[in-house]
């Protein structure tokens, strides 16, 4: 099946700094691509829509300055949380849907982000 | 998309069949039935998927009521690494956009 590769798994920083996250798609070209973020015992919830060449989606109550979304070619979309602090702290995960694939989302192995 | 319910926990016997229901009573007739799993700190993992029909491949099997308006996921012989939150979302298929997961079912398989 389609890979997309996520990194760093996990990060610590200290508050104030920023933190980018990668998300690859690695065997498919990806227009569409989600970044969901998940605290502890929760569910997934949806932060933004990253669409190649254009401007992310943001979701209610997700500021799109904190968390910058570059989505500059199909098979590569970052995340960076900027100027993070301790309630930044969660799991981030990524998504890529498969050009042509329906409504498989392909999801990477998430990043465990802990600002201190 | 359609609302789903799902018991939050289940427990299973390792070596048994884990079947996970999943309640979707007001599906429409375009929407299908997706199963995706998360094993713990990792990312969602799709199982199957279907519209009417019943469906097996080689992680699962899917049974949809004639009248659609719930679905059974079976683990046929469930192990230790199957344990994880099983979410059941039901979606129009080609609608581009995120797959919204509610609280899943969350399930132990035990020695």
């Known amino acids: 099946g389609a890979v997309v590769s996520q990194h760093p798994s996990r990060v610590i920083c200290k508050s104030g700094t920023s933190v980018k996250i990668e998300c690859r798609s690695l065997?498919?070209?990806?227009?569409?691509m989600f970044w969901y973020r998940q605290f502890p015992k929760q569910s997934l919830m949806l932060m933004a829509t990253?669409?190649?060449?254009?401007?992310?989606?943001?979701e209610q109550g997700v500021e799109k300055d904190k968390f910058l979304i570059n989505h500059a070619s199909l098979t590569l979309s970052t995340l960076t949380v900027t100027s993070a602090h301790p309630e930044d702290s969660s799991f981030y995960i990524c998504?890529?849907?498969?050009?042509?694939?329906?409504?498989?989302?392909?999801f990477g192995s998430g990043t465990q982000l802990s600002v201190l | 998309d359609a609302k789903t319910t799902q018991p939050p926990s289940m427990d299973c016997a390792e070596g048994r069949a884990a079947n996970l229901p999943c309640n979707h009573s007001t599906i429409s007739g375009n929407e299908y039935v997706y199963w995706y799993r998360q094993i713990h700190s990792q990312g969602p993992q799709y199982i199957i998927h279907g519209l009417k029909n019943n469906e097996t491949n080689e992680m699962a099997s899917l049974i949809i009521t004639e009248d659609r308006k719930s679905s059974t996921l079976i683990l046929p012989h469930a192990t230790l690494r199957d344990t994880a939150v099983y979410y059941c979302i039901v979606r129009v298929w080609g609608s581009q956009g995120n797959l919204i997961f509610g609280k899943g079912t969350k399930l132990s398989v035990k020695p």
């Open positions: 998504s890529a849907r498969l050009t042509g694939g329906g409504e498989k989302l392909f």
């Open positions: 065997d498919f070209q990806a227009t569409t």
């Open positions: 990253s669409n190649e060449g254009s401007k992310a989606t943001y």
